[in-house]
């Protein structure tokens, strides 16, 4: 095959993805009715996982509990951008909710909610030192999502040793 094949061949095949990608937005967002969807749930509840695993209780009804109100900081976080800004996420979300877009973005084969954490820190990991520029910017969306809405709570900043604001 001759160079200009190869270029074909690319453009093409980038016109098809963008195009699925496009239609899996369409078909599947990520932001419905003001808050997260079922998908975009599960993708911000394992990168909650991924990102703030030493910052979460350990197990059991306290770690449900912390990951519940991660995806209620979340909404209304999500709620206040503009609305260009949660169409741009509502589109990424949808893809990453998908099992062709989790692995071709972030590498992972298991399902968001199967996903252990060791597995989610792997997959962030290898995204965050990936050579692609598009992979990287998945990555620094989902932590820094995850971490605006983690430290909004006054709470949670003993957590990473910031004991709060002092008075002047």
Request: aromatic share 6%; hydrophobic share 50%.
């Amino acid at each position: 095959m001759q160079r200009r094949g190869f270029l074909k061949l690319g453009i093409g095949a980038a016109v098809v993805v963008g195009v699925a990608g496009a239609g899996v937005a369409l078909i599947r967002p990520g932001w419905v009715d003001g808050k997260l969807s079922p998908g975009a749930r599960d993708v911000m509840r394992a990168a909650a996982v991924g990102v703030l695993a030493e910052l979460l209780p350990a197990a059991g009804p306290a770690r449900e509990s912390a990951l519940e109100a991660q995806l209620a900081r979340l909404d209304a976080t999500v709620a206040a951008f503009p609305a260009a800004t949660r169409k741009e996420l509502s589109d990424a979300l949808g893809l990453l909710s998908t099992a062709a877009g989790r692995y071709a973005l972030v590498g992972l084969g298991t399902a968001w909610p199967e996903a252990k954490a060791t597995e989610l820190q792997a997959a962030f990991n290898a995204m965050r030192l990936s050579g692609s520029q598009t992979r990287q910017q998945v990555y620094h969306a989902l932590r820094d999502l995850s971490c605006i809405a983690f430290f909004t709570e006054p709470g949670n900043w003993p957590l990473a040793g910031y004991p709060g604001p002092r008075d002047i």
